[in-house]
């Protein structure tokens, strides 16, 4: 086999980081090797050392790949919508179907997650995903201060919620299919839409008493 060609500078760094984001959440980050990287972006090894010094920096290339797209899904929300409600509906359905495109994103998470544990999880924020949060927390801030929603609620608490909603739906979508009365495992956005709204409104009627125990 001939020495691979060198690639147009752009070109190859984003196919080096499409092909270890692949391999990166097929395999663990101990089992991938940067032969394999290699191989899989179609370049040469040593085209790898002239974008990243060693693998980890081309680990934490990809974090920082996955939660920028979701920082600009959010972004995008923003400067589409005045109204906070209307932020909310845009980047849940955004958010959702970025994660059912790129299945490889989750995966990558949650396995490094579950096999490393706290550290994996401290590096995750780090590189970007902490940053996601806060942005989103920051919108809920600001729809509290501008009267569009509740103050008695806790942002962190609802972004949360949201976020979790759409994990839990990307992972469990083909056993929900299965389950009765579900009618929106094949409808993403009907399902983000109806999570918003419950969110947004609540579940318990606005002329009932709150009976809430302080016992």
């Not at 089992?31 to 370049?43: K, P, R, T, Y």
């Not at 739906?169 to 929900?176: A, N, P």
């Not at 409104?201 to 606005?206: D, F, K, S, T, V």
Request: charged share 20%.
């Amino acid at each position: 086999m001939g020495d691979l060609p060198l690639v147009i500078e752009g070109e190859g760094r984003q196919r080096i980081l499409a092909a270890a984001e692949k391999l990166f959440s097929d395999k663990a980050f101990d089992a991938v090797s940067m032969n394999a990287i290699a191989l899989q972006a179609g370049i040469s090894k040593a085209n790898i050392y002239h974008y990243f010094p060693n693998k980890d920096a081309l680990y934490l290339a990809v974090l920082r790949a996955a939660s920028q797209s979701l920082r600009a899904l959010l972004n995008d929300a923003v400067d589409a919508h005045g109204a906070v409600v209307d932020v909310l509906r845009h980047f849940a359905r955004c958010h959702l179907q970025a994660l059912l495109d790129r299945p490889e994103w989750v995966r990558l998470v949650w396995r490094e997650i579950l096999e490393k544990g706290a550290s994996r999880a401290q590096e995750f924020a780090e590189q970007g995903f902490a940053d996601v949060f806060s942005a989103l927390v920051a919108v809920l801030e600001a729809g509290q201060s501008r009267g569009e929603l509740r103050v008695d609620f806790d942002p962190a608490l609802v972004a949360t919620l949201l976020l979790g909603a759409n994990v839990f739906f990307f992972q469990s979508r083909d056993i929900l299919r299965h389950y009765p009365h579900v009618t929106f495992a094949d409808d993403p956005a009907g399902y983000d839409a109806g999570i918003v709204e419950i969110l947004l409104r609540g579940l318990i009627p606005a002329s009932s008493v709150d009976t809430t125990s302080t016992r």
